[in-house]
C-alpha cells in the first residue's frame, strides 16, 4: 500500500538558522504534496502544498522541492523563528484515489 | 463560515461503551475523511468519503463504522470501545475530484479517552 516516510522526527535549531524536513513517498502515481504544521493541541493547518509538475515552490520563509524520480520531498523553512516552533506533517495524494497518506511528523524546536 | 465542525471535543467512555463523533462542513467540499492521531505515528486514515452516497476503508478502520449523512455531515461510530482507540479523532474534508489537487481542511478534533 502507499507510505510515506518522515525524517527526521525531532529537529532542533537556533533561531536564524534553517531546517530541512524530508519525505519519501513510495508509489509513483502521487501527484500532491501537501505540508501542514500542527501547533501544540491545534489542528493542523496547511502551510504549502507542490504538485508533481512542478520542481519547487515558494512561499516567503517557506519552500518545498520534489524530486519524482527519486520520489521524496523535502520543507525548507529559513530564518526560522520561535513561532516556527510546531509538529510538521507531509503528506501525499495518488491521482485516482481521494486517500491522502501522512508521514509520521517532525516535531521542530526553534531555541531563541 | 466554521468550516470542519466536530462534536464532542472531550470524551471519556469505559471499554465496551458507543458513541458516535459528528462532523459537519459547510464549504461545499465533496469528500470528507476521518483520521485518528497517536504519539509518534502521526495522522491514520480511518475511512473515507469521496462523495455522499459512498465510504471507503483507509488504513485503520477496524472497529469503526462511519455514516455520510448527507453532503454536510459525516459520522464516526465506534460500537464497542476499546483502550486502543484512545487517540485524538481529526474530522477533515477536501473539494477533491478524482484527479484533482485540493487540500484537507480540519476539525479542531475529538480527544477521545477509553478506559
Known amino acids: 500500500g502507499e507510505n510515506v516516510e518522515q525524517h527526521p522526527s525531532t529537529l532542533s535549531v537556533q533561531e536564524g538558522d534553517s531546517a530541512v524536513i524530508k519525505c519519501t513517498y513510495s508509489?509513483?502515481?502521487?501527484?500532491?504534496f501537501p505540508w501542514y504544521k500542527q501547533e501544540l493541541g491545534k489542528r493542523p493547518q496547511l502551510i504549502i502544498d507542490?504538485?508533481?509538475?512542478?520542481g519547487e515552490k515558494k512561499d516567503q520563509r517557506i519552500a518545498v522541492t520534489l524530486n519524482k524520480t527519486a520520489k521524496h520531498f523535502s520543507l525548507h523553512i529559513t530564518e526560522t523563528q520561535p513561532e516556527d516552533s510546531a509538529v510538521y506533517f507531509c503528506?501525499?495524494?495518488?491521482?485516482?484515489?481521494?486517500?491522502?497518506?501522512f508521514g509520521t511528523g517532525t516535531r521542530l524546536k526553534v531555541l531563541a | 463560515n466554521a468550516g470542519v465542525t466536530q462534536t464532542p471535543k472531550f470524551q471519556v467512555l469505559k471499554t465496551g461503551q458507543s458513541m458516535t463523533l459528528q462532523c459537519a462542513q459547510d464549504?461545499?467540499?465533496?469528500?470528507m475523511y476521518w483520521y485518528r492521531q497517536d504519539p509518534g505515528m502521526g495522522l491514520r486514515l480511518i475511512y473515507y468519503?469521496?462523495?455522499?452516497?459512498?465510504?471507503d476503508k483507509g488504513e485503520v478502520p477496524n472497529g469503526y463504522n462511519v455514516s455520510r449523512l448527507n453532503k454536510r455531515e459525516f459520522s464516526l461510530r465506534l460500537e464497542s470501545a476499546a483502550p486502543s482507540q484512545t487517540s485524538v479523532y481529526f474530522c477533515?474534508?477536501?473539494?477533491?475530484?478524482?484527479?484533482?489537487?485540493?487540500?484537507?481542511?480540519f476539525g479542531n478534533g475529538t480527544r477521545l479517552t477509553v478506559t
Open positions: 477533515a474534508s477536501s473539494l477533491v475530484g478524482l484527479h484533482g489537487n485540493s487540500p484537507l481542511h
Open positions: 508509489d509513483s502515481a502521487s501527484n500532491y
Open positions: 507542490i504538485r508533481s509538475n512542478v
Open positions: 503528506a501525499a495524494r495518488t491521482s485516482g484515489t481521494y486517500k491522502y497518506i
Open positions: 464549504m461545499n467540499h465533496n469528500s
Open positions: 468519503s469521496a462523495s455522499e452516497g459512498t465510504t
